[in-house]
């Protein structure tokens, strides 16, 4: 069979666990300094907003040999999704101006979206791993 087509967008790169970081060291500098007590609500916000960036799950997206799934990610599952390749249907690829759409024609009539925000990496690969497996792909 085709090889396992994948894609991953890790959610905590290197420079999401440094802001949180550099909010606290800017805390503990305004501490030393004896900073008014307004200083602090920005640079309180800045570490709050920062730490929300750490709870994000990596957002991924597969074809595999039986199976195509995804992951997107936010904080909760309620859009991930793992299809068999024999209830597929047909991919419908609709290309707008600004972005993509990805929706999954099943054969019992279920129709599911592939979320914005999963990376399926470029079109003509995604294209090439589905026609590779026997998917039909519709593209508008």
Request: charged letters at 25%; a negative charge; glycine letters at 8%.
């Amino acid at each position: 069979m085709a090889d396992e087509y994948v894609r991953i967008t890790r959610a905590r790169s290197p420079l999401r666990v440094m802001l949180p970081v550099i909010g606290v060291a800017f805390c503990a500098l305004g501490l030393a300094q004896g900073a008014p007590w307004f200083w602090f609500i920005p640079i309180g916000l800045f570490v709050g907003l920062s730490l929300l960036g750490l709870t994000r799950r990596d957002a991924a997206f597969r074809i595999g040999d039986r199976e195509m799934a995804w992951q997107d990610g936010g904080r909760d599952d309620s859009s991930d999704a793992t299809v068999p390749l024999d209830a597929i249907a047909r991919v419908e690829i609709v290309d707008w101006s600004d972005s993509t759409d990805y929706h999954v024609h099943c054969r019992d009539g279920a129709t599911l979206r592939i979320p914005a925000t999963v990376d399926t990496g470029p079109t003509q690969h995604l294209i090439a791993a589905l026609t590779a497996r026997g998917i039909p792909v519709e593209r508008r």
